[in-house]
Each structure stands twice: as structure tokens, then as C-alpha cells.
């Protein structure tokens, strides 16, 4: 399913466009609802499941967007997965979960999902979100009776009925660090629903109230390594075993990493599972990915993204985002209709590295001259909310003109209170702010690529699943410094697959901790100072993405876009748009400004963006860019970038 929106508590049902604005592909499956004082609409993807509302015997009504796995009963009754109940749907399953526990079922569920329950006898309304919040709703007040909610952050800025602006300040926050913390948005007016929530609306009165269900709460556990490591094994295993069907057909995104050769190495052969890796051609990270899917006997797709893959994405991504990421992070959607007509269900490693590895904390860094530099394998600990923003601050962009830098801007929103309040949402201490800030809300995170597959196709990750979310929060930061639990689970259930050697590291992930950093890093040198670069051209990269610094460089489609969305600019008092034409020579001159300069491109292509500075104007500007690029879905260019091979 791709989204979900609704109006509350107003007579005016108009919800046709907010549906609309759910659709990725326009060929969703698409529903609405309308009672009294309530407009629900939906849309989801082609064959999904989408049998919606639900009812309970009572007459309540029940949505349920994404994906709900399984359900820890309150009073003890265990856990039970979703495949071992006969509901047809979800929103079914979600129906029977809150007939039988009311509003305590919210916390039981186990997904990543948004659940709507309208209960016409009550005239109540709840929005439900999952606990990483991972599938972000944003509400709007037009007025003190209505409550309008969309997945769809530009679907509601834009409506007649609302009064939005820029926040300029925000602004600052999406296009330095990529996306705005806590439940804050660029609109005013419009904020995030609290993640692991339950928002009840009143129809009549038109209160408002939020309650979390549910606190992340970081307590490591004292134990060896190798205890953490069986108990994620097990749990991970078993993750696997509930929701891989064998009536179904699975594609993986797999990298030359770990993070999804472990769900490889977990899956069990009969399942029906084909693997899938992009880049523009078979470089180190493709070669690895190859090697991985030949040594489980499983087929390899080679996804071939061409020259032009950034500017086909730049026409058609930032209609669907969310100030969060850059448009080309939604690197695979080109592929969507190849991947939707061969697969049921896309399956990813997202969210291993940030819940299970370092790279939220900070770590001492030893330079080394011409040799380079490296981190040690140690956490810094982070004493004040100060700390924290000194470490988060960067200089804004030239193009933005905003009265405050960075750093005051994260001083008036991240502050010690009862706790730390981050943007609206609050943790118990400074640490806990470090460790939550890149996953909790998960719009905090600044990658727009797990957003992009979930409105592209079904699909899930793992590591999403409550039971390895709570490991997570038991996980001893040393293990995270200087262990790596998604190797040894590789390792445990699949030694051949562990031999093959990392694609970043070069070193096996059979191989000890010592031996892998040492290893690793004598690699990094040896590439950088030894290796010639093999790369056809230099926009090509050995990463799984495009050299998005190079492609800017030996490219005009960014140059296109500025001149292109100039009136829009100019019309935004706070984008100078001469400052952006600087920044943009001066990357050709050979600066580094790809990060602002992607953030300013995906931006000025959003649609409330060019209807909020241009009014009507902006559609018929939108119109003529739309029938003069280039499409993404044709066939026989398609067909000449994409390679299939199987393994003998």
C-alpha cells in the first residue's frame, strides 16, 4: 500500500486529491470512505491486499497501511504471527487485534504500518503509528473541528482550507542535514505524528489528544558477544521463518555487504527468492553481490543504471518526498515495473547498520598524513546537548538567506527538559539522544531510500521487526564498537556466503575483529594509492550508486533545472537564486557542494513547493516539464541496461 489520508471532524469531505497525491505509478488500487464528519482514502499498490475498511461486529471501522507481521498479546497470551491467523487482510487482522483489546492493542502490533479506527458510535477517530515510526503521518488544523492527516506531507500545505508558509528556519535544518528533526516539518502548521502513537480525534468536541504507547529505552546488557550473538540468531531466524511464504516469489536487494547476505544466508533454498543489485556497471560492489548470490545458488539481476538515470529521477521522485533525503537516493524505482512484474515482495537490509552498528556515535580519529585516516573502534562519550549540536552544525548554504545559522537554530529545538526535547519529541537523557537521533522518529534519518522502495512496491526488512528492535536496545555499546552481530549471524547461518570477502573491506566475514580492521584499512589505502581506478567513466563509482559529485560535473541536467525553476526562486524570498547559480560553478570549478546542491534540485521539483511560490501558475509549468522529459519506464531502453545471469 502506498498511503493513507484522511479528513476529521469536518462536513467537507473533499479528499480526492489528497488520495490522489498517494499514488507513485498511477496504477494503484484506490478506495475512499466517507461518513458524517469523517473522509478516509487510500491507495495501494496493484494486487495488493486491499480489501478496506475493515468492521468489527460493533460497526468500527478499521485502515491499515503497510505492514503488520504478528501481535503481542497484553495479557500475556504470547506472541502470535499474522500467517498463522486466517484474517484475509491486514487492516482484518487489525480489526480483530482491537475488538478484542481496545485501544491497548496499538502495542501489540508488530510492523511498519499506520492504522486508522473509526468508531461511528463513539464519533471518535484513532491514528495508530508503528514504534520506529517508519511510516511518517503529518496532520494539519485547518480550523479547531477538523484534523486532516496524510502520509502525503505536500498533500496538505496546499489545500484551500489551510493557511500554510515556509519555515524558513526548518528549511535550514532539510537543506543542511538533509531532514527536519523530531515531529517539526518546513510548514507551518503542519507537524509529524508522534511515532509510537495513538492519536484519538473526538468528532464532536474537536479535541485533539497523542499518547505514546511505547519508549525506546537504551539498556545494554552485560554479557559476552557470543550470547548477544545466539539470541539474535534465533530471534532472526525465526523473523525469517514467519514471513518468508513459499507460495510467494521474493526479490532481495542485495549488496556485496552484510546486512542483506544475511537474509540470504537465513532464507530457507525452497523459498522462491531472486536477488537484484544496481549500478551503472559491474564494479567491485556488483562483482561481490554476484559471487554471494552464485555461492547460495540463487539467481543474480543486474540492474544497469545509465548517464541519464539522475535526471529521469529528478522528474519524477520529489513529487512523492517528504523533506527527508535527496531524489536520487530513490536510485532503484526506475526498475520498479521490471521488479513488480517478477516479484511479490521486495525485501531489504535497511536499518542493520542503524540499529545494530556505530555509526550514530562519534569516535576519536588518528590522522596520519599522506597514509590517511581512520577511527578507532571506541565511542566518544557525548557530555551536553551543546556537544551534540557542535557535532551536528554545518554552515549553511549560500543560496539560503535565513537570520540564523545552524547552530542557533538546533539550540532553540534540541533542549534539556525533563530530559532532552528534540523538535517535539523527548528522550530521557543526552546519550539517549545520540543514540535515538538517527532512527526515533525514523524521519529524522536523511535517506530517502526505504521511503522510495515502500511507495514503489511491497516490501519489508527484517530488521524492522520488534523482537531484533528490543535486542537492539540491549546491544553493549563495545559489541557495537568493535563487533559486528550481522557478520557473526552470516557466519552462523552460512559459512560459504561469510568466506566471500566484503566489497568495502576486502576481508571475509569470517574473519576476527582485529584481522578485519587491521585488514580493512590496509585495503582502503592500497585502492586509494595503488589501485587504478577501473571506473569507465567518472561519474561511475565501485559503490552501488552513481558518483553523484562527478555526474554534476560532466553533466547539464542540474544547470537545466536551475534555469528551468528560476521563477520559482525568485519568488521564495529566502533562495537567492545568484547564489545558487555560484554554488553550482563553483562545484564545476571543483567544489564540493553535491549534498546542498541535490537538496536544493529535489526542492524546487516538489509540487507544493512550485504551488505555494507560483500559485496556479506552477501547474501548467509543471505540465510542460513533465511532456518534455524523458521517460523512465520505457522498454527498450530498459531492456538494454538491465542484465540477468543465473547461477549453473
Known sequence: MTGICGVLGSRDHAIDEMRDDLSWTGEEQRGQFADEGIAVGWSAHPGAENEQPAETDDGTFVWAYGNVWGYESPDGDGYQPRSSDDAATIAEFCARRYEADGEEFAAGLNGSFVVVVYDSDEREALVVTDRLGTRPVYRVRPDEGTFVFSTQMQSLPVRPDVDAEFDVEYLAEYFTLGAVGGVRTPFTGVEELLPSSVTTVDLDAGTVDTERYWRPRYDPVDEPFSSFAERFVDRFETVLEERLDPDLTYGLLLSGGSDSRAILAGADPDIDLRTYHTAGWLNREAQVAEQVAFAADREFHLLRRDRDNHPRMLESTPKQMNFHGRFSEAHITEFGDRIRDEVDVLISGLGADTLFREHAFPSPRIQLGPLGEFDLPMAKRTTSVRKHIERRAKPLPEYLECSSDLTEILERNIVSNDGVDHHGVNYRS???????????????????????????????????????????????????????????????????????????????????????????????????????????????????????????????????????????????????????????????????????????????????????????????????????????????????????????
Open 430 to 648: 543526552v546519550r539517549e539522544l545520540v543514540f535515538f537521533d538517527d532512527f526515533y522518529p525514523f524521519s529524522n534519518k536523511s535517506d530517502y531510500f526505504f521511503h522510495a522502495l515502500n511507495g514503489m512496491v511491497s516490501h519489508w526488512s527484517p530488521f524492522f521487526d520488534n523482537r531484533l528492535v528490543e535486542l537492539a536496545l540491549e546491544l553493549p555499546m563495545r559489541h557495537r564498537m568493535r563487533r559486528n552481530v550481522i557478520d557473526a549471524t552470516t557466519v552462523a547461518l552460512d559459512e560459504d556466503l561469510a568466506r566471500v570477502p566484503h566489497a568495502s573491506t576486502g576481508v571475509p566475514l569470517t574473519k576476527s575483529f582485529p584481522t578485519q580492521f587491521l585488514l580493512h584499512h590496509a585495503n582502503a589505502f592500497s585502492r586509494k594509492h595503488l589501485s587504478p581506478d577501473r571506473s569507465p567513466e567518472p561519474y561511475m563509482s565501485d559503490k552501488p550508486w552513481t558518483n553523484s559529485t562527478e555526474l554534476l560535473r560532466t553533466h547539464d541536467f542540474a544547470q537545466k533545472k536551475l534555469r528551468e525553476r528560476a521563477p520559482v526562486m525568485d519568488a521564495l524570498p529566502f533562495i537567492d537564486r545568484e547564489a545558487a547559480t555560484r554554488v553550482y560553478q563553483d562545484h564545476l570549478n571543483g567544489g564540493e557542494h553535491t549534498y546542498v546542491l541535490y537538496t536544493l534540485l529535489s526542492f524546487l521539483q516538489m509540487p507544493a513547493v512550485q504551488r505555494m511560490a507560483l500559485g496556479s501558475d506552477a501547474e501548467t509549468e509543471s505540465d510542460a516539464s513533465e511532456s518534455e522529459s524523458t521517460p523512465a519506464s520505457d522498454s527498450e531502453e530498459r531492456a538494454e541496461r538491465e542484465t540477468q545471469t543465473k547461477p549453473n
